[in-house]
């Protein structure tokens, strides 16, 4: 039965991270100061990249032959792996703040 639901664990661990990164970045935001231009200036350029890794391993992916499942999973590695970074980097940035 666990097997069954491998499929759906991924996905939901994902969208699991990234609404704690989005909580984490408003945090940040809502702090202000030059920290929060800083984190909103990352947080556009670090998008820009990850769509555009995605999109050049999707066509590389494609271009190689592979199935449309291997490529979806080849561009979803390059966001999920900054999804991760942001993250990690956030919750360190968070636990400093604490008293």
């Keep these: 039965m666990i097997a069954s639901l491998d499929p759906w664990l991924e996905p939901l661990r994902f969208a699991c991270e ?5 909580a984490m970045r408003l945090m940040a935001l809502a702090r202000g ?8 200036q990352l947080m556009v350029e670090e998008k820009i990249e990850a769509f555009a890794d995605a999109e050049a391993a ?16 080849r561009a979803y590695a390059p966001v999920r792996s900054r999804v991760h970074a942001n993250s990690d980097r956030l919750a360190h940035s968070v636990d400093r703040l604490q008293p």
Excluded: S
Excluded at 18 to 22: D, N, R, Y
């Design 33 to 40: 100061g030059p920290q929060a231009e800083t984190e909103a």
């Design 18 to 22: 990234v609404q704690q990164v989005i």
């Design 58 to 73: 999707l066509a590389n992916a494609l271009f190689a032959g592979e199935t449309i499942m291997v490529a979806a999973e």
